[in-house]
T-cell receptor, first 116, second 115 residues
Framework: EAGVAQSPRYKIIEKRQSVAFWCNPISGHATLYWYQQILGQGPKLLIQFQNNGVVDDSQLPKDRFSAERLKGVDSTLKIQPAKLEDSAVYLC??????????????FGPGTRLTVT | AQSVTQLGSHVSVSEGALVLLRCNYSSSVPPYLFWYVQYPNQGLQLLLKYTTGATLVKGINGFEAEFKKSETSFHLTKPSAHMSDAAEYFCAVTPRSGSQGNLIFGKGTKLSVKP
């Protein structure tokens, strides 16, 4: 079974530039998550999708970050314009979307963003 | 709001020694509890989880963790460390009711294993 795919794996941009990350979840997984992991900290949820609808985006800085999952499968996270403090690893995860009980999340390898 | 505290950002043990990584949560109702491992340049991999039932949970790679409600703890242990265990370990929680999507992570503990 293929895991969660992310690209690119690494990206270096200058501040005020734009960047986009792509995620392809495990086939059949209805729920997709984007996390931000700043160096020295644990991952923090940015946004959660159930199919193509947003479940939780309370921690997404909406003035500069946007995300979409138009067809309920793969997803794109965009930052425009980037700031120095956006330097982090962006992790995508997916889960079956089970109601009740544990809905185990499976993580991709992440995209490491450096903003200079 | 729930939070997770991992004591020690860096733990170093000798190969063959006991591994003990500490995790405490703050929640009036015990949440679901998880331990994840992250190897360099890789995503997070689930080691083990506690949902209900037996409080001693066994996971992959010889790790286990014990849920202690009275201490609000979920410490991770392994009797004998291997060089391959060197990685960063994250404790995480998610509420038992409502939205379970928001995994709340601790800051992580980096484990080094000396030969």
């Amino acid at each position: 079974e293929a895991g969660v795919a992310q690209s690119p794996r690494y990206k270096i941009i200058e501040k005020r530039q734009s960047v986009a990350f792509w995620c392809n979840p495990i086939s059949g997984h209805a729920t997709l998550y984007w996390y931000q992991q700043i160096l020295g900290q644990g991952p923090k949820l940015l946004i959660q999708f159930q199919n193509n609808g947003v479940v939780d985006d309370s921690q997404l800085p909406k003035d500069r970050f946007s995300a979409e999952r138009l067809k309920g499968v793969d997803s794109t996270l965009k930052i425009q314009p980037a700031k120095l403090e956006d330097s982090a690893v962006y992790l995508c995860a997916s889960s079956l979307g089970l109601a009740g009980g544990i809905d185990e999340q499976y993580f991709g390898p992440g995209t490491r963003l450096t903003v200079t | 709001a729930q939070s997770v505290t991992q004591l020690g950002s860096h733990v170093s043990v000798s190969e063959g020694a006991l591994v003990l990584l500490r995790c405490n949560y703050s929640s009036s109702v015990p949440p679901y509890l998880f331990w994840y491992v992250q190897y360099p340049n890789q995503g997070l991999q689930l080691l083990l989880k506690y949902t209900t039932g037996a409080t001693l949970v066994k996971g992959i790679n010889g790790f286990e963790a014990e849920f202690k409600k009275s201490e609000t703890s979920f410490h991770l242990t392994k009797p004998s460390a291997h060089m391959s265990d060197a990685a960063e370990y994250f404790c995480a929680v998610t509420p038992r009711s409502g939205s379970q999507g928001n995994l709340i992570f601790g800051k992580g503990t980096k484990l080094s294993v000396k030969p």
